[in-house]
């Protein structure tokens, strides 16, 4: 409510200092927190930002992995371009890169195993690269890999080291969608989950999904932060200003799609003043708890089985008829190939969208007997 009250619209740094130097210092006390690497600090050279959601986080990061990889292919092979993601990859990525320009047919949703708990592979990306090289007539162009922290479907995560080796091998601009799970990771017990994002290139979480914080505030830390700026900046004269003029300070409009932008540093400040970090990490903790609890309950009960091993705080299970039900809930079960697609008739439990932005579901399957 305050925040809305000072209606403040800081576009740039003159427009309102408070709100920019608040930013900034939020953003580097979350980074710190995190324990991310110094590059993605400002005092190392990187930043942080607030976006409204993981959607615009996606969009922007996508922008400018495509414009500084256009500046050294040509601007004219746009169109040679391709995304990577997960079959788990939140449908928000396939908005992003048809807004971005990306060929359909280029955002690649490689398929995960139910074996890896529906983590993307290393090797399934390796392969896909691999195959994508060998068609040399294709002359198609690897851009960028969403990978995730804490899938909507089934809460996995990838394995961001192994995946940053690949994508290093071919210059992939790789982004970190945490927006559910990287909140819990400021707790020591969860920090390995994001080991290996000192290889990303750029890093987001939700604040208003698991940090105490109103919709919306999504924090979106990059590597290198004028690879933003080349791709968004906007320099009409009446936004020209002496401390923008001479680089001094930091204009968040040239960290994302819109001009106009909310006070949304208040908000996040605040909780970090009310609550403290112990706090906070007390809050996820007892909803972890609540979770192993609750999965603990369902391994007992005969009438349920659970999908997937919990990781967080989100269980998946479905009913133990196992031989009337297959999870298809965007990744593959290992015994796919012998039980073959199937009809998909019965009522869904968790609705979640593949990378592919077909709408998935654990389904009950009617046996012919039915």
Not at 132 to 158: K, R
Request: charged share 20%.
């Amino acid at each position: 409510m305050l925040g809305a009250a000072f209606n403040v619209v800081g576009f740039n740094w003159i427009a309102s200092p408070a709100a920019t130097e608040l930013e900034m210092i939020v953003m580097e006390s979350m980074g710190k927190i995190l324990c991310l690497p110094e590059h993605f600090l400002f005092k190392g050279g990187g930043g942080g930002v607030l976006q409204g959601t993981t959607c615009e986080a996606l969009l922007s990061t996508l922008t400018a992995a495509r414009d500084r990889a256009l500046k050294e292919i040509g601007g004219d092979r746009i169109g040679d371009l391709v995304v990577y993601c997960s079959d788990q990859t939140h449908c928000s990525l396939k908005k992003a890169a048809h807004i971005a320009g990306i060929r359909q047919e280029n955002i690649r949703a490689l398929p995960t195993l139910r074996s890896d708990a529906f983590a993307l592979s290393p090797n399934t990306l390796r392969a896909a690269v691999a195959g994508l090289a060998a068609d040399i007539a294709a002359q198609l162009v690897p851009l960028y890999l969403c990978a995730t922290v804490g899938t909507t479907p089934s809460g996995a995560v990838d394995p961001l080291r192994g995946l940053c080796t690949v994508a290093a091998e071919q210059g992939i601009w790789v982004h970190v969608d945490a927006a559910y799970a990287g909140s819990a990771c400021i707790c020591p017990e969860f920090r390995h989950f994001i080991d290996g994002v000192e290889g990303v290139d750029s890093f987001s979480l939700n604040a208003h999904k698991w940090f105490f914080t109103t919709l919306d505030c999504c924090c979106l830390w990059v590597k290198q932060p004028q690879h933003l700026v080349d791709a968004l900046a906007t320099t009409h004269e009446y936004l020209r200003n002496g401390p923008t003029e001479a680089k001094a300070v930091i204009d968040y409009k040239y960290w994302q799609i819109t001009l106009s932008r909310r006070f949304r540093a208040l908000k996040l400040w605040m909780v970090l003043r009310r609550y403290g970090v112990s706090n906070l990490m007390s809050f996820i903790r007892n909803h972890v708890r609540m979770a192993e609890l609750f999965e603990g309950l369902v391994a007992e009960d005969e009438r349920f089985e659970v999908v997937v091993p919990r990781t967080f705080a989100m269980v998946c299970l479905i009913p133990a008829s196992t031989a009337n039900w297959r999870w298809t809930g965007g990744g593959q079960s290992d015994e796919r190939a012998a039980a073959g697609n199937g009809e998909r008739d019965g009522e869904g439990l968790h609705d979640a969208s593949g990378g592919g932005g077909d709408v998935h579901h654990p389904v009950r399957r009617r046996r012919a007997d039915d």
